[in-house]
């Protein structure tokens, strides 16, 4: 990270990496925020605290080691296909260009995972040894990213992003 006419310059590595992780707090806070407003929430506090059988701990603890493994696998990714910036300062993408690629890219990873998470209901091995703990959570917490093994994050979900 370097200072540029006034500004940060941050490296695609580190912003591919820690971006999708600051945004997830980010917006996860205000969805922790707003469930504190009783009449606006579709299941009650008492709901949440008492069907789950997964307390808030753990849930928070499961995302935490869904995001090590994902900038472990990213870091892993880039240091291996190396860095691309010198060939990205060469070629000046337009915006309309980025927006298709972004569009793109979000329907093929959509995609990816309905296609998976649907797998795992009809194969019944994936499902009771990986995909079922995904479920116990009968009233989703905000915080919630993915209630699962790191398993299926290393190899499921995070070979969806490639």
Request: proline share 2%; hydrophobic share 45%.
């Amino acid at each position: 990270m370097e200072m540029m006419n006034g500004g940060f310059k941050v490296s695609d590595e580190l912003l591919g990496t820690f971006a999708p992780i600051i945004l997830y707090w980010a917006y996860s806070g205000i969805y922790v925020l707003l469930g504190s407003l009783e009449g606006y929430r579709l299941h009650s506090k008492k709901d949440e605290d008492e069907k789950n059988l997964v307390p808030k701990k753990d849930v928070v603890k499961g995302v935490l080691l869904q995001q090590a493994v994902q900038a472990v696998v990213a870091t892993i990714l880039f240091a291996v296909t190396g860095s691309d910036s010198e060939s990205a300062q060469a070629q000046q993408t337009s915006l309309i260009v980025l927006a298709r690629q972004f569009l793109v890219a979000m329907m093929v990873l959509d995609t990816w995972q309905y296609f998976m998470h649907r797998y795992m209901h009809h194969n019944k091995f994936l499902y009771r040894h990986i995909h079922s703990q995904h479920h116990r959570l009968v009233v989703p917490y905000a915080l919630e990213l993915c209630t699962t093994t790191p398993l299926k994050v290393c190899f499921l979900i995070q070979l969806g992003g490639l």
